[in-house]
Structures are given as C-alpha cells and as structure tokens.
C-alpha cells in the first residue's frame, strides 16, 4: 500500500506559480509512474501529466510548458511546479501513483491517490 498526501496548494493571481508536493509512505515509490490529475467544480477529472521511471514526464497541452514534475526518490516525494497559473487552473490538484511503468493518462491505470489539495487562481 502507498499513501499519498499531497501539500502545497493555495491561492495565488494569475501569472504567479505554486509548487505542490506529494510525499508517499508505506513503500518506495522509486519504480511507480507518479502522476498528478486537477479536479474542476462540476467537471470531470483532469489528466495533467504521468513521470515514469523510464519514460520520463509527459504533459498535457493544457499545461505544457508552465508546469514541470520531479521527483525526488530518497525524500519519496513528487513536486508539481506550476508557473504562469491562469484562473482555468482553479482546481483541486490529485497525484496517483501506478504500478505499471509508462505514460499512463487515464485515472484508472492509478491505483494510489491522495486526497488533494486546492489551488486557487484569481484573475
């Protein structure tokens, strides 16, 4: 089993950036594909990006090129920085962890989640 927490959310204006992060316990989540997903009131689950072991980050356009992923395996823990936020960014922010290696885009290939966090983006 691996938990999940994830941290860092807020309110910040548009243009302005926020770093969330996600600290797993339970097991070392070196050889998981780690992957953060936002959440809109009254709209479905959003993929935004899946860091592999192997297969490295791959982003969604929406948020290609103003928010990056690392990942830090000795603190077990997964950051998301988010740059030039926009106030379509609104959102409750998830990361998942997934057993299977590579670019997993889809909520269901995850079989960890946390309990997310909210970022505000005002205009």
């Known amino acids: 089993q691996v938990q999940l927490v994830e941290s860092g959310g807020g309110l910040v204006q548009a243009g302005g950036s926020l770093s969330l992060s996600c600290a797993a316990s339970?097991?070392?989540?070196?050889?998981?594909?780690m992957g953060w997903f936002r959440q809109a009131p009254g709209k479905e689950r959003e993929f935004l990006v899946t860091f592999g072991w192997t297969s490295g980050a791959y982003f969604a356009d929406s948020v290609k090129g103003r928010f990056t992923i690392s990942r830090d395996n000795a603190k077990n823990t997964v950051y998301l920085q988010m740059n030039n936020l926009k106030p379509e960014d609104t959102a409750v922010y998830y990361c998942?962890?997934?057993?299977?290696?590579?670019?997993?885009?889809?909520?269901?290939?995850?079989?960890?989640w946390g309990q997310g966090t909210h970022v505000t983006v005002s205009a």
């Open positions: 339970g097991r070392s989540i070196s050889t998981y594909v």
């Open positions: 998942a962890a997934g057993l299977r290696d590579g670019i997993r885009e889809r909520a269901e290939q995850y079989a960890y």
